[in-house]
């Protein structure tokens, strides 16, 4: 077992660090649209913390002698709920899709189309922003009006955004591109695992 252990562990390290992998990968489309996605995960993490900061703070600024626990709750739910979305969306979602699109050419996966990585990719990021500008909104609209004495909340929810009509269509407008751009890339990658090409060990003649 020891043996076999040595014989295959520089294999391994060949693959992976092998200079035609590393061309596929980080070259094109593929370096483009990882980079964008990296990026956005990063900048998600860092959102992510001083939204949690911000509204923990917001949150102690309304207290139970003002409105009481159970409407309490309500008034600050979507701020508790906020940050925890912000780093799904922003960065554990992006953070995956690169992994996904990086070791599914790893296994040997077929090179996608370079007109549809980037599209799809960028598609659920303006999808992913817009939905997390509209949960902020409503967050603190709904906290800022309950803190100065409103207790309708079936109002202060006509009120988010401006009006009903107006937020369905806004959210509509955010939630179907992240939607779509998530699921078209996730297809992709998928896709492109049934239609294997030659891997990186094969291609410098290490099987």
Known sequence: MAALVKETTPLVEQEISSPLLVHQIASGPYKSTLRVLVLTACVGV??????GLLTTEIRLTIPYSKIPPGMH???????????GHIITVLAILPI???????????????EIASKFLP?????????????????????????????NGATDFDAIDEKVLFSA???????????IP?????????????????????????????R
């Open 73 to 83: 709750l309500e008034a600050v739910l979507h701020l508790e709920i906020l940050h």
């Open 178 to 206: 992240l939607t779509g751009g998530l699921v078209s890339f996730v297809v992709l990658v998928a896709a492109s695992l049934w239609t294997p090409k030659q891997s990186s060990l094969e291609s410098v003649g290490l």
């Open 46 to 51: 860092f959102i992510g913390i001083f939204a």
């Open 165 to 175: 009509p107006l937020r369905t269509f806004v959210y509509i407008c955010a939630h």
């Open 96 to 110: 995956t899709m690169a992994g996904m699109l990086t070791f599914a050419r790893m296994a040997g996966g077929s």
């Open 119 to 147: 599209r799809f990719a960028m598609l659920y990021l303006i999808g992913a922003w817009l939905s997390m500008a509209i949960m902020a909104t409503r967050a603190f609209q709904v906290a800022y009006l309950a803190k």
